[in-house]
């Protein structure tokens, strides 16, 4: 065996395949249940992730709210195509200069991020990011 | 104990927002990994971080696996005098680690 | 002989200065901006053992690295240097070798193994002093002709040898993923596929892996061959330890 085994193999040691995890569906279930009766917009919150990941052991990600009418409670991160949705919660208290985080997270496949921030005021702002990962994180 | 460095800026003035940097040692098992035998390498992450200036709250996150390993987090402080940033975090064992940093306000 | 030295002259030459490519380069513009800011450069958590082990008597003769060499700024240059010629093994050795030699024969410590924690925190402090200074390795023979030689030498189940990939096929893709020159300017360096640090001696072992041929023990001739015949490929080049690459 020559040729045609040495391309499946270099084939197949690069094929990522996704484990079976989280769905778009269970994330959407998560942020319902988050979200309750509150307006739920798109908007006021940014989530900043590269378009194109060269590598998703770590990716930098970082979520901000500029100018919120109401101070910013908290920023739920979910991942839509990961082994598990839930990335990140993070609570802003009255030492917080800002409401916004930066830190690295790992995506097992191409997906997408959804960002959700809480209001004081009760109202829930949504930003969401499709990426394109090329060497995949949670695969070993 | 694990490594931590924290980079705090060299001029902080009062009621003004400043950027604090973390870098955590941490593997941040996932908990998806295989070994070589074939059998999953269980979970051990940092699950809660917490940073207080002075006692009161700065930041308290939540972390879960997909967060990466040795674990970078940037976030804003804001400080009316000078004091004293706590950063506590606690694994997966129920372990905490206590990092201080010294706030000085120009 | 003379075909390896002709052999290692036309190496040198296939990359003229302006056509050499860092993997910083090849890299996307978040895993640069990781490198470029100390305070997210996860290598720093190595660095910063490194300097509290630079400080820490170790072994029988109760000495630390700066009870001989004083400040670790001392070390500016040094890295910039390796592989370099070692009498006691004749042949070139690297930084991380330099530094278990240290241990066993000044400090009576034990030596490190080739991928120990320690060791890559003690190599990527001392890499850092020569941080932006030039890849300035001695083109020493005959290891330098050896080590060009196994450059093109097919390797492993999968037949391919180094300059396959980094030379004629730099700056293609393989399945996705970018294939740099690879250049050793940045090591030790964190890798984001390794999560964690790692030596030049490390990639190298992952390549053969990678190839399925037997890796090339970390204290063969082979290895140190190749060290040497890349650092002098990149000699030239900003040392960028340490590096962040995906």
Known sequence: MTLPRRRFVLFAACVAVPPAGATPAEVAALIQALVGDAPLKDGLIHLDLPVMVENGNAVAMSVSVADPPSPVEAIHVFAEGNPLPRVAVFRFGPRSGAPRVATRMRLATSQTVIAIAKLRDGTCWRDSVDLLVTLAACIE | ?106 | MKRLVLLAVAAMSLMGAGDRRSGYDDASADTRAMQDDDAANPAFLWVQQGESLWSAAEGAAGKSCADCHGDVSAMRGVAARYPAFEPKHGRPITLEERINLCRTDHMGAAAFAWNDDKLLSLSALIGLQSRGMPVAAKAQEPFLSEGAALFRERMGQLNLSCAQCHEERAGLKLAGSLIPQGHPNGYPEYRLEWQGMGSFYRRLRNCMIGVRAEPFAPDSREAADLALFLAVRANGMKVETPAVRP
Do not use: C, Y
């Open chain 2, 1 to 106: 104990m694990v490594r931590v460095l924290i980079n705090v800026p060299k001029q902080i003035h009062a009621n003004e927002p400043f950027e604090v940097k973390v870098l955590i040692s941490h593997p941040m098992e996932s908990g998806q990994r295989r070994d070589q035998m074939g059998q999953a390498i269980p979970r051990d992450i940092i699950n809660h971080f917490i940073a207080t200036l002075d006692g009161e709250t700065v930041l308290d996150a939540d972390f879960f696996p997909a967060i990466a390993a040795n674990p970078f987090l940037s976030f804003s402080v804001v400080a009316e005098k000078s004091g004293t940033l706590a950063l506590t975090f606690v694994d997966d064992h129920g372990v905490t680690q206590t990092e201080l940093t010294a706030i000085t306000v120009t």
